[in-house]
């Protein structure tokens, strides 16, 4: 059963990675608010060159894995934390934004498909993690993120999604929101018949990346 889905329940994150503040800039012009990246250096660099308003009216979204060790840069930089994928590394962003006097949105990566080379919890112990992050001083833990297999038709994702959204409505009542982050280019349309709230996407809106990831 597919229900209709109301273009604002879905949140645009354009996926900058790559591309240079100029990508933010037009398209920031065109109404996108919400901006996601995934190196930590690559976006320090290119925020230098990104104007007042935007930094005052958008908001910033880490997508890629964090090192521990780049937390405190990491709740300097961005609003939202969606690549969330260890315990210690939420204590570590927990403790970076009550030094820095801040509140960060994450979302609990989830690595539904048991992929070996993927980051994310393991949907088995995510009960168990959720307990303990929920406890964490100035974070909101905003609900899930996944980053289904590389697959050639994305239909071959439903069943990851469907997962993901009922692990979603599962945690749910223990969350402090009900979001939802899957799609990229390749799939965000079976994503959103599957209950995406977030879809994140970079090659749709700013065509092929010149580097690969
Ligand atoms: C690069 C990336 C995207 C966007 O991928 P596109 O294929 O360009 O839409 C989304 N999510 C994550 C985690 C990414 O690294």
Redesign the pocket.
Same mark, same amino acid.
């Given at each position: 059963m597919n229900i209709p889905r109301l273009p604002s329940s879905v949140t645009l994150v354009a996926?900058t990675?790559t591309f240079p503040a100029d990508a933010i800039i037009e398209a920031f012009a065109l109404g996108v608010r919400y901006f996601?990246e995934?190196y930590v250096e690559e976006f320090e660099k290119k925020y230098a060159n990104i104007p007042q308003e935007i930094k005052d009216n958008a908001t910033f979204h880490m997508?890629?894995h964090v090192q521990s060790r780049k937390a405190g840069d990491v709740v300097r930089l961005f609003h939202w934390v969606? $690549?969330v994928d260890s315990v210690k590394l939420a204590r570590k962003l927990s403790d970076a934004a009550v030094r820095q006097g801040r509140s960060l949105s994450i979302l609990l990566e989830v690595n539904v498909a048991g992929e070996a080379t993927k980051f994310g919890f393991d949907p088995q112990t995510l009960q168990q993690s959720v307990d303990e992050i929920i406890k964490l001083p100035n974070l909101r833990v905003e609900g899930l993120m996944v980053?289904p297999p590389q697959v050639e038709n994305p239909e071959e994702n439903r069943e990851v999604f469907k997962n993901a959204k009922q692990l979603l409505d599962e945690l749910s009542s223990r969350l402090a929101g009900r979001h939802l982050s899957m799609g990229? $280019?390749?799939d965000?349309r079976v994503a959103i018949e599957e209950g995406s709230t977030m879809v994140?996407?970079?090659?749709?809106i700013?065509g092929p990346?010149q580097l690969p990831?």
């Open positions: 996926v990675k996601g995934n997508i890629g969606d $690549s980053m990229t $280019s390749q965000y994140r996407l970079g090659e749709a700013f990346r990831k």
